[in-house]
């Protein structure tokens, strides 16, 4: 995540010097290309951690359910009526 920060703060550096010293018109299309792709991975990047966080959770969850269920049939088995 820190490279991207990086990058984006490099290329808003870059995108204000182009402002400051009128450097060109290709150069200001380019640049916006390229944060529009560097957005765009950022974006697929916390969705991704998103979505990994969540599945992380719903595994956790399952486990703790599978060792309650376990122990709840472990002592029902230990019981006789």
């Known amino acids: 995540m820190f490279i991207w920060v990086f990058v984006?703060?490099?290329?808003?550096?870059?995108?204000f010097?182009?402002?400051?010293y009128n450097?060109?018109?290709?150069?200001?299309?380019v640049n916006s290309v390229m944060?529009?792709?560097?957005?765009?991975?950022?974006l697929v990047r916390?969705?991704?951690l998103k979505r990994r966080?969540?599945?992380?959770?719903?595994k956790t969850r399952v486990g703790h359910l599978e060792r309650d269920i376990k122990s709840l049939?472990?002592?029902?088995q230990g019981i006789d009526f």
Do not use: P
């Open 8 to 15: 984006l703060f490099c290329l808003s550096s870059v995108a």
């Open 17 to 20: 010097i182009d402002s400051v």
């Open 23 to 29: 450097l060109g018109e290709i150069f200001r299309q």
């Open 35 to 42: 944060f529009l792709l560097v957005s765009m991975g950022l």
């Open 46 to 48: 916390t969705t991704t």
């Open 53 to 58: 966080g969540r599945l992380e959770n719903y």
């Open 73 to 76: 049939s472990n002592s029902k």
